[in-house]
C-alpha cells in the first residue's frame, strides 16, 4: 500500500511566478491536509480538504494560496505570485475513513521544498 | 503564548541512555496526543499516539499524558544512533481535525 505521495520533490520559482504542488492520499484515504514548514519552525497547519470540499482552511493566507481536491485525481496547493517568505517545506497528510475509527492519525508525505528565488 | 511549547534542543545522548522528551500545552480542548519522528530532509513519521490521559508503551518508546497539566512525554529507553532526528509532539482536539505541531527537538544519540 503506497504511502502519501507528494510531487515535485523540489520546486524551484522566481518571485511573482506560481508554484503548484500536487499530493495523492493513501489508497483509501479522502481527507487531505496541508502543512507548512518554515526552517527551524513546526509544522503549521494551512488546510483541510475532502473531495471537492474545503472543510478547515483558517491556516492557509488570505492572498495568493489556494487548494483543491477534485473527484478525480491528486490535491493541489497553488500558490499565485510567488515571494521570498514562501519558501518552506510543504507536507501533505491524509486520514483513514471513518469506519476505520482511526479518523485522528495521519500519515505524511515526503513533502516539496519550495525555494523562491 | 503558542499553543504548543517544545524545548527545540538540541540535545545529545550517549548510546544506550534513556531519553526524556516533553510538551506543554494550553489548549484545554486537545484529546489526542502524538508524537512524530522526523529524519532531516524527510516527513514526519507517526511513532506514538494516545487518547487522553495515560501511558501507552511500544517497544523501546513510552508515551505519557498528563491532562490536569497539560504535560506530555515521550520516553525512548537503550536509545540508538537510529534514533537521531527530530522529535514533534502534536495534539488535536478530535478526529479530522487539524494538528498542533510542536516546534520539535533535535535528538542526537553518539555511539
Known amino acids: 500500500n503506497a504511502g502519501v505521495m507528494q510531487n515535485p520533490r523540489h520546486l524551484v520559482r522566481r518571485r511573482g511566478q506560481e508554484a503548484r504542488l500536487r499530493c495523492s492520499p493513501m489508497?483509501?484515504?479522502?481527507?487531505v491536509y496541508w502543512y507548512r514548514q518554515l526552517p527551524e519552525e513546526g509544522l503549521k497547519f494551512m488546510v483541510y480538504l475532502q473531495k471537492e470540499n474545503i472543510i478547515d482552511e483558517s491556516g492557509m493566507p488570505k492572498e495568493r494560496f489556494s487548494a483543491e481536491f477534485p473527484k478525480e485525481g491528486p490535491s493541489i496547493l497553488r500558490i499565485q505570485q510567488v515571494v521570498r517568505g514562501d519558501s518552506a517545506a510543504y507536507f501533505c497528510?491524509?486520514?483513514?475513513?471513518?469506519?476505520?475509527?482511526?479518523?485522528?492519525?495521519?500519515?505524511f508525505g515526503p513533502g516539496t521544498r519550495l525555494t523562491v528565488l | 503564548q503558542k499553543e504548543v511549547e517544545q524545548d527545540p534542543g538540541p540535545l545529545s545522548v550517549p548510546e544506550g541512555a534513556i531519553v526524556s522528551l516533553n510538551c506543554t500545552y494550553s489548549n484545554s480542548a486537545f484529546q489526542y496526543f502524538m508524537w512524530y519522528r522526523q529524519y532531516s530532509r524527510k516527513g514526519p513519521e507517526l511513532l506514538m499516539y494516545t487518547y487522553s490521559s495515560g501511558n501507552k508503551e511500544d517497544g523501546r518508546f513510552t508515551a505519557q499524558v498528563d491532562k490536569s497539566s497539560k504535560y506530555i512525554s515521550l520516553f525512548i529507553r537503550d536509545s540508538q544512533p537510529s534514533d537521531s532526528a527530530t522529535y514533534l509532539c502534536a495534539m488535536s482536539s478530535g478526529g479530522y481535525q487539524k494538528v498542533t505541531f510542536g516546534t520539535g527537538t533535535k535528538l542526537q544519540v553518539i555511539p
Open positions: 497528510a491524509s486520514s483513514p475513513p471513518r469506519t476505520s475509527g482511526r479518523t485522528d492519525t495521519q500519515y
Open positions: 489508497k483509501g484515504h479522502s481527507h
